[in-house]
């Protein structure tokens, strides 16, 4: 187990509706990723949060966003759902850039299955 | 063109078979790959990381080429349980770029 869970597993919404999707990070780590993977393909990269600042972001619109707690956990927030929304999303934890020395690698949750119907 | 641009799949190979994978990756500023491995409908999860100087792991070598920019991974004796896909990775400043994967399936 990576420490890394993402609430909930899975999720049905309608076209339009709001998602709020959730990560909790390992222990000890201050940066948390999010990725989208729609079936087929690799995870895309949507943004970064390292010390609760946006820290990087992919190509996503605007109705895209996140924060990250003091706690270091994570919530991604998708506005307008659309059809092609529907994919796994993927969170990773890990150490920051500055904060990292040997220690580079991610640790992924298991993520948040959305269908947009 | 993507960004990491992997072997298109599936890959259909028996026990025992050894299967080579090849990665090319655009930015010459990438500072850090890996290989991942996903099962389905899982979560990705780290294989190995990659290094000039090439890496063994058991069964699995990682060969990195900065100049041709330029990934593979080398499954040797492959077992049933190598079935996944196989996902190239490169760290632009801790964002990960993935490769859209190359499925092994591995048979009897």
């Known amino acids: 187990e990576t420490g890394v869970t993402q609430s909930p597993t899975h999720l049905i919404k309608t076209r339009g509706q709001q998602v709020t999707l959730r990560c909790s990070s390992q222990s000890g780590h201050n940066t948390v990723s999010w990725y989208q993977q729609a079936l087929g393909q690799g995870p895309q990269f949507i943004f970064q949060y390292y010390r609760e600042e946006e820290n990087g972001r992919g190509n996503f619109p605007p109705r895209f966003s996140g924060l990250q707690f003091p706690n270091y956990s994570s919530e991604l927030n998708v506005n307008a759902l659309e059809l092609d929304d529907s994919a796994l999303y993927l969170c990773a934890s890990s150490l920051g850039l500055r904060d990292r020395g040997q220690n580079t690698e991610a640790f992924f949750g298991q993520g948040t299955r959305l269908t947009v119907v | 063109r993507k960004e990491v641009e992997q072997d298109p799949g599936p890959f259909n190979v028996p026990e025992g078979a050894t299967v080579a994978f090849n990665c090319t990756y655009s930015n010459s500023a990438s500072q850090s790959f890996f290989w991942y491995r996903q099962d389905c409908r899982k979560e990705p999860k780290l294989l190995m990381s990659?290094?000039?100087s090439g890496n063994e792991d058991g069964r699995f070598t990682a060969q990195l080429n900065r100049a041709s920019q330029y990934i593979s991974l080398l499954i040797r004796d492959s077992k049933l349980s190598d079935s996944a896909t196989y996902l190239c990775v490169v760290d632009q400043g801790g964002k990960l770029i993935f490769g859209q994967g190359t499925e092994l399936s591995v048979k009897p």
């Open positions: 990659v290094y000039s």
